[in-house]
């Protein structure tokens, strides 16, 4: 395919999948409503600790959140305050332990990472400090490379979390991931825009704003309505 037909096909592709975004956006308004209340979650100590959960649950498969961050036995078992008290090797085992239990991805790996950023979080003066120097890094630039020190936090997680208490810096942010990746091919995107981390997140990011969206918001909807936008896309193509 030339250069030329590659970039219409970019563009219609945009489009299509603006105007499919829009229209559920209208649709479930509610529920982007109700997930941005989390915003609330900054002002509470505590709150880095349990993004940090939050994310090792998910990392591999999403329904480890149902048996640690949902299951609050399993999560007070492993709250920060818990773990402290530990040493090393106990913190570990008891890691290993609950993620199990929790079915959570990945144990043996993920206990080894967690003891880790628990130690990590203890270096920085406890978890109200380090709480406290994410929130004063400059911009999404600098809370993403200061979330990157945890183990297991990667370019999708370094968004995510933010991006799940919808914090200013992350509101035009794609948190990319497998099922985003998933979707691009589907909708037939170019294969030089799906090449890298940076120009799939620009495309997501033109598609938002086209459709008069911030990325958070294209990026939840595509997670919690994937089917009824590809749905609504597809007619728009084939109209």
């Known amino acids: 395919m030339s ?32 997930l941005k209340s989390e915003y609330h979650r900054l ?42 008290a530990l040493s090393g090797a106990d913190r570990i085992m ?20 967690l003891s880790y950023n628990v130690a990590l979080i203890l270096d920085m003066g406890g978890l109200k400090a380090a709480e406290d120097k994410l929130l004063s890094q400059e911009g999404r ?17 370094s968004r995510n979390m933010m991006m799940d208490v919808y914090h200013p810096d992350f509101r035009d942010s794609i948190a990319l991931d497998s099922r985003l990746k998933e979707i691009a091919e589907k909708i037939g995107l170019p ?15 033109e598609v938002a704003h086209q459709a008069g969206l911030e990325g958070w918001e294209l990026d939840r909807l595509l997670y919690q309505f994937k089917t009824e936008i590809l749905t609504s896309f597809k007619n728009k193509r084939v109209g």
């Open 191 to 205: 294969e030089k825009a799906r090449e890298s981390y940076e120009g799939l997140e620009t495309f997501y990011l």
């Open 94 to 113: 008891l890691l290993e332990e609950v993620l199990r239990l929790a079915k959570v991805r990945y144990p043996e790996k993920k206990s080894k990472e």
């Open 141 to 157: 630039a600098g809370k993403i490379k200061f979330l990157k020190l945890f183990k297991g936090i990667g370019d999708k997680y």
């Open 3 to 34: 250069l030329n037909n590659d970039q219409a096909q970019y563009s219609e592709i945009i489009q299509a999948l603006a105007a499919a975004a829009q229209e559920v956006g209208r649709e479930k308004g509610e529920t982007l409503a109700e």
């Open 43 to 84: 002002e509470q100590t505590g709150f880095l600790w349990f993004l940090i959960l939050q994310s090792a649950s998910t990392l591999g498969g999403s329904n480890g959140s149902k048996g640690l961050i949902d299951n609050k036995d399993n999560y007070n078992r492993v709250a920060f305050e818990a773990l402290v």
